[in-house]
């Protein structure tokens, strides 16, 4: 079989994949024989769109599943997406202002439907951009957050944490966002450092014998102080303690606490006490007692409590109440100063500590087991660096406020009755009040987190709360992988749930942990800089999706941030060609030098075997240096690549293929086939050499499918083969009787000689049609070696004839010369170029060199360029001058060679 000129990957990928569909290849059933090897997906908004994020992150997964597969695994990679909840009713809600309409105008039902709807004409864009990557997912099994099964695992862990006493309403201090109005969760809280003020303020003493000076970053919510504390070591303050203060503008007696929380060098080291609009000032309410006013609203503005301000924003606010400080004399001065201010990761509001009534998750008791997990080895992270990070933050976890004012979502499973007050948790909606028999029953309005349902993702897909064969069989999963920036959102709340409701059973062995795809420079990827951002739509729309999966895998170190470069993309995409072009010339000799060709019926039949895998008993004696050679190469290249895998390496995995195949096998073995290919004089010969050429790109393309799994399903079908798929064929084990001693370090020599002399040949101007002699001086051992196999010299490096000499006998007279892998190289001039002219060259070249180097030089060793210049460019100039400086040197050194 043949392949056309141009690989075309739309073609191919549309065939292949849906060829793979057809053949059921991708669906697992849990009555399969087979070691289990399960995945779940990190669920994607049902409201996106792929990014680079998700392209990396599938990716990686689809690696190790087709992997796993080819191993014989009974492999599940459970497919699916999240509802999202504020993400995907702001949507809904835009599109509604589209129409004139608010939420509120439909009404919750008529909303909801309204969301289903959109759920189902735009949710599954994503899963069709995952399989145009070619994500091998159990597409039969795909869920949803919100489907029947997963809403029956929410109300169930609900419950159950409910009937523990690890989940309960209470008023607290949360985080509100104003623009999305509803709560979110401290790690939904994003900090950005931002220039701002510390306002210095005089709060007077009650009994008129001073002030109080204190540093505040929000003057506006002093309007709801109830103390000012100070630190009980501080000596400054110790005849204040338990005196009162009058608060400026309000006019209201507040007492001075002492409390260890506040740090006595922080600006005055007296801090004002605001229990409702800050954390730090809730907690040491609590402690002291102190009443909570709240002075800004749910909307932003200040409420009745801010007196006079009422009704204002709270930004509004802040300038005028500041005039009004420095009017009355209680302002002191205004300093700058940088801090970290919290915004919603929705959508970029600053965001708001308010008391509020919600539902809690009680941390502490989920957290131990949790913890206790990763510091005993039951669950892995990799790399191994981020279980410090995921410790710390389980060891000083806040309890979880779960409770969101949203409509779409998991509605909270607590009803109340309307006449006696009875909070009524269910698993099913109740028809009457068990109390009091009363039908008055209102549920509460609010939603749950959605990362409360996200949390049970491992197991709630698997079929729990019922017992199925495939929680039985796949639970717990093998590994997830997942982005560095989810440790917490996702991560560390999948294991304590799992630990909590599967019997103390992790949720996953390993947790691989990737870095962050970001763009050119660096940064991040960003929707306020459109010209950031790269469509993995495009790149697989351009370059097809093996160039795009390449990409991102070869970028990707251990836990490392990746920067995405065009280059790459064009390098991957060239890569692809690479391997295109040298399936086509194995195959055109395929079909040139068939079997049949050979008399022996013996040897027709060892051939055969062995290219297809069946066998590896071709005798030695048939092979050429350059067969075993890339034999030997290619089993230990499949043992590493295969260990590389194991350790979860996937970037250094899929770059020794990468080097492999262009340097080694096309650069090198295609060019040391091509003499025994062309011959006409030995059948076995050129059919031996052929069948090494097919076996190991047939073997290879074995080991890049998981990586690159379009190409080579493509060339696998093309090339002699057994089975009926790539995707379902054995995984490649590397054969001891294919690893051949000593023959890589003779074909170092040779392939080190043949670079040398191509080199000198290049820098000499000596055309590459043009026969040479070399002189060879080095130790008889190696002499020996080239001697062995210097008809590879001389195809390859175009030698009429060769000499030999000692390393230390005398330098040839106007012969040029060069030295690689222990050998000194010398070709005589005489015959191969005009030597008078090659020395006027040569010294032309030298002389604008050396002033090129003069004039860089000057440049860099005057201050107000090595000074003023970003760093980067002086280290790119003096790197181009040490550049220029050795070259002159070697200009030099031919020079001298010339005579």
């Known amino acids: 079989m043949s392949l056309p000129t141009v690989y075309n990957p739309q073609a191919v990928e549309e065939k292949w994949y849906q060829f793979w569909l057809k053949h059921g290849y991708f669906h697992a059933e849990a009555s399969d024989e087979g070691e289990p090897f399960c995945v779940v997906i990190p669920p994607p908004n049902v409201t996106g769109v792929l990014h680079l994020g998700h392209a990396l992150d599938n990716t990686l997964q689809d690696t190790l599943i087709r992997w796993r597969r080819m191993q014989g695994y009974n492999t599940l990679w459970m497919p699916g997406t999240d509802h999202a909840g504020i993400a995907t009713q702001a949507r809904v809600e835009e599109s509604l202002a589209k129409e004139g309409l608010s939420k509120d105008d439909l009404g919750r039902e008529k909303f909801l439907e309204r969301v289903w709807s959109w759920k189902e004409q735009y949710g599954g864009t994503i899963i069709k951009q995952l399989k145009r990557l070619g994500a091998s997912c159990d597409w039969q099994r795909e869920r949803f957050t919100m489907d029947e099964g997963c809403s029956a695992a929410v109300r169930e862990v609900f419950i159950r944490l409910y009937e523990k006493g690890l989940i309960y309403r209470g008023s607290y201090l949360i985080n509100w966002c104003p623009k999305c109005r509803t709560t979110i969760s401290d790690i939904e809280v994003e900090h950005e450092d931002r220039d701002s003020f510390l306002w210095h303020i005089r709060y007077p003493l009650a009994d008129g014998s001073g002030y109080l000076e204190v540093a505040t970053t929000r003057p506006e919510t002093m309007l709801g102080d109830t103390a000012v504390a100070v630190n009980p070591e501080d000596s400054r303050y110790q005849n204040l303690i338990g005196k009162e203060l009058i608060l400026p503008v309000m006019e209201r007696r507040i007492p001075i606490i002492a409390d260890a929380y506040v740090d006595m060098s922080f600006g005055t080291g007296a801090v004002k006490v605001t229990p409702s609009h800050d954390i730090n000032d809730f907690e040491m309410g609590l402690r002291h007692n102190l009443p909570q006013i709240t002075v800004i609203g749910f909307d932003a503005k200040m409420t009745s409590e801010a007196g006079k301000y009422a009704g204002m924003d709270r930004y509004e606010c ?7 400080l420095k009017e009355k004399g209680y302002l002191v001065n205004i300093e700058p100063h940088q801090h970290a201010v919290g915004q919603c990761y929705r959508c970029d509001s600053i965001i708001e500590p308010l008391i509020s009534k919600q539902w809690f998750v009680k941390m502490q008791p989920l957290a131990e087991p949790a913890i206790e997990a990763a510091q005993n080895g039951q669950i892995t992270f990799i790399p191994e660096r981020f279980t410090k990070i995921y410790l710390g933050w389980l060891e000083n976890i806040r309890d979880w406020c779960i409770s969101r004012q949203l409509w779409w979502g998991h509605r909270i499973p607590v009803w109340y009755c309307q006449d006696c007050n009875e909070v009524i948790p269910s698993r099913v909606d109740p028809e009457e009040c068990p109390k009091c028999k009363s039908h008055k029953l209102e549920q509460d309005p609010d939603v749950l987190d959605t990362w409360f349902s996200s949390a049970l993702w491992p197991f709630s897909t698997l ?41 103390g059973r992790e949720p996953f062995k390993d947790v691989l942990i990737h ?11 960003s929707k306020s800089r459109p010209e950031t951002i790269v469509d993995p739509q495009d790149i697989i729309d351009n370059f097809g999706a093996d160039t795009l999966r390449f990409t991102l895998t070869t970028g990707t170190t251990l836990g490392q941030d990746q920067r995405f470069q065009m280059e790459k993309v064009e390098g991957s995409r060239n890569f692809t060609n690479k391997i295109w072009n040298a399936a086509r010339f194995v195959l055109m000799h395929e079909e040139t030098n068939q079997i049949g060709d050979l008399v022996d019926n013996l040897q027709a039949s060892l051939v055969k075997s062995f290219v297809v895998g069946e066998s590896d008993n071709l005798p030695t004696e048939w092979l050429s240096l350059p ?21 979860y390496d996937l970037g250094a995995a899929a770059s020794l293929l990468y080097e492999f195949l262009w340097n080694e096998y096309c650069d090198w073995y295609i060019e040391f086939s091509k003499p025994r290919l062309y011959q006409k004089e030995n059948d076995l010969e050129r059919r031996t050499t052929q069948a090494v050429l097919t076996r190991v790109l047939r073997q290879t393309m074995e080991l890049l499918h998981p990586f690159m799994p379009f190409l ?21 084990v590397a054969s001891e009787k294919l690893i051949f001693e000593t023959v890589e370090s003779e074909m170092d020599l040779i392939i080190e000689m043949i670079r040398a002399i191509r080199n000198i040949r290049s820098e000499n101007n000596v055309s590459p049609g043009k026969k040479i002699t070399a002189i060879f001086a080095c130790p008889t051992e190696k002499q020996e070696i080239l001697k062995r196999n210097i008809g590879y010299l001389a195809d390859l490096a175009g030698l009429e004839s060769s000499q030999f000499m000692d390393e230390n006998a005398p330098k040839p007279e106007k012969a040029v010369s060069a030295v690689a892998g222990g050998v000194t190289i010398f070709m005589p001039m005489a015959g191969l170029v005009d030597v008078a002219k090659e020395k006027e060259r040569f010294s032309k070249e030298l002389n604008q060199l050396e002033a090129e180097i003069q004039k860089l030089a000057t440049r860099i060793e005057n201050p107000a360029f090595s000074q003023k210049a970003p760093p980067e460019i002086v280290t790119k100039e003096r790197a181009k001058l040490e550049g220029f400086k050795e070259k002159a040197a070697k200009i030099k050194e031919r020079l001298q060679d010339l005579g």
């Open 712 to 732: 080579t399903e493509e060339i696998w079908q093309a090339l002699p083969s057994q089975g009926e798929s790539i995707m379902i064929t054995k995984w490649p």
């Open 463 to 503: 079929g729990w709360p019922e017992n199925t064969p495939e929680l039985k069989k796949y639970y717990p999963t093998s590994v997830l992988v997942t982005g560095r920036d989810i440790i917490f959102f996702w991560v560390a709340r999948m294991i304590f749930m799992g630990l909590e409701f599967q019997e």
């Open 627 to 647: 067969d075993r050679w890339i034999l030997t190469r290619s089993q230990k290249v499949t043992a590493e690549v295969t260990r590389l895998l194991e350790q």
């Open 318 to 324: 802040r300038e005028k109440l500041v005039a009004e």
């Open 515 to 525: 870095g962050l795809v970001l763009d050119k420079y660096g940064k991040k990827m």
